[in-house]
């Protein structure tokens, strides 16, 4: 009995130095994550400007708005887009030009060049990406538009930022461009933890570099794709600097994303309740694919 | 280690008699969205200096430029720490602070002689709400079409007097193989600037601004033909030619510089932006300038110029509202004016301080034709209602790209202005 007394305060001093451990990065995560974002659920059941002081409750009225909003299904079909194409291009692309350049393909100086090259626009503000790629878009005098003419494909100039058809398109572009080289190099270090006995083994047995890849590189950093595909996915449904640098949501809100409508709503229509009920969307989106990587993660 | 403790005895009694220090001053904060330097250059030289001739008053000044300002100010008033003075455009963008009574009734102060002819009425009135003074305007700015003196003697064109010949000129200009109109509606205020004088010559005055203000019963609101007669000229601007390809993507600032460079002839600016165009190729060239012209048989009014006076606010709450306005004297006394026109390049709604000696010949015409008009068709999306505001800056680019027509454009102005009325 004295035993298992003496157990039990050893067990419960240890957890109480475990929870002080941790006491004040969970305080700061309260205060700081937990608590605005309950604080911001309970905003959304109310209707109110930042002009005004008085807040009118309105209960689920405000998702309701939000469901019969066009600019709501604009966005989430833009997020969904802008999820699906950064997965292929930063998860699919990426590895392969991680692959390709761990496979020793290339000599060493130009697989450093490269994967220098790849990476650099990874290092840049996104702001400053986002300003120079819309000088480079400029209709007439930008340098696209400019390169399509001289090489006698103008046909297809156009104003890729200022029409409706390829604006969001055309801002997606730019960030695959500046991210596609910093997730290779995310993979590229994963790829040199893979044991190099394996390729060679599978040299030996004659195997070809698209054989080496899908039987061992691809199994050999499973992690790091589901953890890079999630990253990806919860940064494609929180994107909203590059959108708002480069198009501000337009022309006519046909690039708007979750994120810019949010800002919109609080900052130009003066809806902060509504702004809230897009944000705690947001919230629950992204905590339902979090819980789904836990899930992943746990049945492996 | 004797020294090192006295040294930090010292400091911290330094630091400790700071705050006392401070606390013998009145601190006035001051929050404005002009950090430009040539702008700054005056504004700190201006604190200096009424804080050397107020040793009491400690003026805490804060800038932050035009789109951040939108969100700061919307921040600062949600979280109910608002500037005791603040920087506000007219017309709605500052009702809205009036009508939610966060403002200082200004209208007994403004009766002291030294207020008195210090600024025109129609640069006051916008600063109005239920017939009080809620603002004190400090510059005033107007649209006009600016050309290409080279370019239009080369063709042999003329500066249009009516809207026939203002479209005649734009169809020759095309005719000659020039792009008529550099246009940049990235960010969509631009289109608003062209909306906005066109309903205001286009729809009765009354019924405008009836609409405007949501005055009118919520099945009147928006009703007019006129607007979406205006809306449609503005498409057919775009569908004809007149301005350049990719308008929706292009900034305001690369229209300008077009112009500028000589690849447009004309380009719709600011009185606020003819200083950027000295020392410039179309500096050289020769230019000049124009509002839109009136339109013949048309509802609405011809005398009016798009445009606007900027100001300043006092906070309803601040604890200093007589430093408050006390700076707001010495900051639009004759003579700080004059040297905010020198100093910026900017204009200033002080009656008498725009003046050959303090800016530009063009500068100053520009301001005599403002003066000349009856009064200001105010910048839309700072007169109409947020909501209705918001669908007309979207429906700028829809109708230059052929997603908004004209009919279903004003449908979702009428919708949005009678959910703001029935929330009010």
Redesign the interface.
Same mark, same amino acid.
């Given at each position: 009995m004295t035993d298992r007394s003496d157990h039990s305060r050893a067990t419960w001093r240890q957890s109480l130095q475990g929870w002080l451990w941790v006491a004040p990065a969970l305080l700061f995560l309260v205060i700081f994550v937990y608590g605005p974002a309950l604080t911001n659920i309970r905003f959304s059941l109310f209707s109110f400007s930042a002009m005004s002081l008085d807040w009118d409750f309105v209960g689920l009225n405000n998702y309701l708005r939000l469901w019969s909003d066009p600019k709501f299904t604009t966005a989430l079909t833009n997020n969904a887009v802008y999820a699906v194409i950064s997965v292929t291009c930063q998860v699919g692309i990426a590895l392969v030009l991680a692959a390709v350049l761990e496979a020793r393909i290339f000599p060493d100086f130009s697989a450093n060049l490269f994967r220098t090259a790849l990476f650099l626009p990874s290092i840049l503000p996104v702001v400053v990406v986002g300003l120079v790629w819309q000088l480079l878009l400029t209709p007439t005098t930008g340098l696209i538009d400019q390169i399509l003419w001289e090489t006698g494909l103008a046909s297809w100039s156009r104003a890729w930022l200022g029409e409706p058809d390829t604006a969001i398109f055309a801002v997606i572009f730019v960030s695959q461009w500046q991210w596609t080289g910093y997730i290779m190099a995310l993979f590229m270090v994963a790829i040199r933890a893979v044991p190099r006995d394996l390729y060679e083994a599978m040299e030996i047995d004659g195997a070809s570099g698209v054989q080496q890849f899908w039987h061992i590189t691809v199994p050999g950093v499973r992690e790091t794709i589901l953890i890079v595909t999630i990253i990806t996915i919860l940064g494609s449904l929180k994107v909203f600097d590059i959108v708002w640098v480069m198009t501000a949501g337009g022309p006519n809100h046909s690039s708007e994303v979750l994120g810019t409508m949010m800002y919109r709503a609080a900052f130009r229509d003066d809806m902060i309740g509504y702004s809230s009920t897009i944000a705690t969307v947001i919230f629950f989106i992204a905590l339902t694919i979090g819980l789904v990587q836990i899930k992943l993660q746990k049945d492996r | 280690m004797k020294h090192l403790l006295a040294v930090t005895a010292l400091a911290t009694g330094i630091l400790a008699s700071l705050p006392g220090l401070a606390q013998d001053k009145t601190v006035v904060s001051f929050l404005h969205k002009f950090p430009e330097p040539e702008n700054m250059a005056y504004f700190d030289a201006a604190v200096a200096e009424f804080e050397a001739a107020n040793p009491t008053i400690d003026i805490v000044m804060e800038a932050v430029a035009d789109e951040p300002y =939108?969100?700061k100010i919307?921040?600062l008033?949600?979280s109910?720490q608002v500037p005791d003075i603040y920087f506000s455009w007219s017309g709605e963008f500052g009702r =809205?602070?009036a009508?939610?009574g966060?403002t200082l009734d200004l209208t007994e102060a403004l009766k002291g002689p030294e207020w008195q002819g210090r600024f025109a009425a129609a640069s006051l009135e916008p600063f109005q709400f239920e017939g009080k003074q809620f603002g004190i305007p400090v510059n005033v700015d107007s649209k006009y079409m600016i050309y290409n003196k080279a370019i239009f003697e080369k063709h042999g064109l003329s500066v249009p007097t009516t809207f026939a010949e203002f479209i005649a000129l734009n169809d020759a200009l095309l005719a000659a193989g020039e792009v008529p109109i550099a246009y940049g509606?990235?960010?969509?205020w631009a289109a608003t600037h062209y909306i906005g004088d066109l309903f205001a010559k286009m729809v009765p005055d009354e019924v405008r601004q009836a609409d405007y203000q949501l005055l009118a019963p919520a099945d009147q609101l928006y009703t007019h033909p006129g607007y979406v007669e205006a809306l449609a000229l503005y498409k057919s601007f775009g569908d004809k030619g007149y301005f350049?390809?990719? $308008?929706?993507?292009?900034?305001h600032q #690369?229209a300008r510089g $077009?112009f500028i460079a000589g690849r447009s002839a004309m380009v719709y600016l600011e009185l606020v932006e003819f200083y950027m165009l000295a020392d410039t190729p179309v500096a050289e060239q020769g230019w000049g300038f124009f509002p839109l012209p009136p339109m013949e048989g048309a509802a609405g009014r011809n005398d009016l110029l798009t445009g606007a006076p900027d100001g300043f606010l006092i906070s309803a709450k601040t604890e200093h509202p007589e430093e408050a306005l006390a700076f707001l004297n010495f900051l639009t006394s004759p003579e700080q004016a004059a040297k905010y026109v020198s100093t910026t390049g900017m204009t200033s709604a002080v009656i008498g301080s725009v003046t050959e000696e303090t800016t530009t010949p063009e500068t100053l015409a520009g301001l005599k034709a403002l003066e000349d008009a009856a009064g200001m068709a105010l910048w839309l999306d700072t007169d109409m209602d947020?909501?209705s505001a918001?669908v007309i800056l $979207?429906?700028g #680019?829809?109708l230059?790209?052929g997603?908004?027509t004209p009919e279903a454009v004003m449908e979702k102005v009428r919708a949005a202005a009678k959910e703001t009325l029935a #929330?009010r």
């Open positions: - | =939108k969100d919307r921040v008033m949600a109910d =809205k602070f009508r939610e966060r509606n990235q960010a969509p350049n390809s990719g $308008a929706n993507a292009i900034s #690369q $077009a947020t909501a918001n $979207a429906a #680019q829809g230059l790209s997603d908004e #929330q």
